[in-house]
């Protein structure tokens, strides 16, 4: 088709250059000329037609020839198409008969293979979360590995998967220590030696420490267990022979994890606000007057007791003071004295009595302070659920502490004001009953004189 254009743009660009040619030729002047002019110009045009159509033809055998070409070669793909269909459906049929194949030749051991694959996941997880991966890292590759597994592990795997077991089990019933890097919890990396109980703790200078496999490092609980715990553990680390007692994490390190999250005791404190700083302070103020008191109160017995083996020589103490009083009124009668020895012992029992009643109302106090506490930290708490729902209880935990934590530090301020007020009360009435014993003895005496 290209070609026939090319042919058609040459005639047309042949002819347009011969009409010009004779366009400049001479106009005829007789009929003659005329005449042989058209037949000039008749014959040029047939010899261009002539040639024109020989191209036509020439180029419609190539065409006729290009065109059988292309069909032959559409019949050939179209063959081969419809070969490469029937070979990929054969190897089909090929594949699903050697599969089934397989699975009638494999019979029991593609079940054990399923049980073997299972097995080695839940094996590959223990081991990296287990802490003799600390002293052996890196062990749980060829599980992980052989229990990703497509195809029938080999007999020497099996074997090794099984020495690996059993390595697990013997290591956990020994008590080995070996050297390691430890990260304490501000991010310094100290080589030390680590005492590994078995697979269930592992204790290092004196405190235990935690394997992480995420981050493959030993780390420093950022908060140890109680004190008596880490006690035994720096004890039992210490131990050369023997038997030695030690706190062990039956979960292989989850609970020591979660002792880290377990609030302290000035982390309780904070959680009760406002209204439980108060309620301490309440009680500090209380156990001060106490403590006065009972100093007080103890000074004043004992220079009572010991005025009253004295009874001659009145000192400067209550009962000094109430001796002086019938010292001085030795002459009037017997209902004037005891109205006298009265009245001195009024003037000492305020002294003695001061501040008592003032441990009895803080005691009142406390766990009222704590139940207010514990209103304000519902009304917290319902406010968090108005605002956002329950989905997260961290939004709700704060009330919460305040309301409990508050109720608790009411009452154990309480109980301890109540009871040394109880023993603050006991002591003054003691010194008060001496007075008052004291005042008796001397009226008795003082009518017997009289009677005489």
Known sequence: ??????????????????????????????????????????????????????????????????????????????????????????????????????????????????????????????????????????????????????????????????????????????????????????????????????????????????????????????????????????DFEKATSGTAKVYIDPARGTLLNIFTQKASIQERIEAGGIIGYIIIALLIFGLLIAVERLLTLTLAGMKVKAQAKNVANPGNNPLGRVLKVYTANKDVDVDTLELKLDEAILKETPALEARISIIKVLAAIAPMMGLLGTVTGMIATFQSIQLFGTGDPKLMAGGISMALVTTVEGLVAALPLMLVHAVVVARSKSVVQILEEQSAGIIAEHAEKRAD
């Open 1 to 234: 088709m290209k070609k026939l254009i090319t042919s058609a743009l040459i005639a047309a660009s042949f002819t347009l250059t011969a009409g010009m040619a004779h366009a400049a030729d001479p106009a005829p002047k007789t009929i003659d000329q005329l005449l042989q002019q058209i037949k000039t110009e008749r014959a040029t045009q047939g010899k261009i037609n002539a040639k024109r159509e020989a191209e036509f033809q020439a180029e419609r055998g190539d065409k006729a020839a290009l065109l059988k070409k292309e069909k032959d070669a559409l019949a050939a793909e179209t063959k081969r198409g419809k070969d490469l269909n029937q070979a990929f459906l054969d190897n089909e049929h090929k594949i699903a008969q050697l599969e089934a194949d397989l699975k009638t030749a494999q019979g029991d051991l593609g079940e054990m293979f399923g049980v073997v694959k299972g097995e080695a996941g839940d094996f590959a997880g223990k081991l990296i979360n287990s802490n003799v991966s600390a002293q052996f890292p890196g062990r749980d590759k060829f599980i992980s590995e052989l229990g990703a597994r497509k195809q029938l592990p080999k007999i020497d795997e099996l074997e090794k998967f099984w020495e690996e077991e059993l390595f697990e089990i013997t290591q956990g019933g020994k008590v080995v220590k070996f050297n390691a890097s430890v990260t304490d919890i501000d991010g310094n990396v100290e080589t030390t030696t680590v005492t590994r109980v078995g697979a269930f703790n592992l204790i290092a200078d004196g405190k235990y420490v935690v394997w992480k496999p995420d981050l493959g490092i030993i780390q420093e609980l950022s908060q140890q267990p109680d004190g008596y715990m880490v006690s035994a553990a720096a």
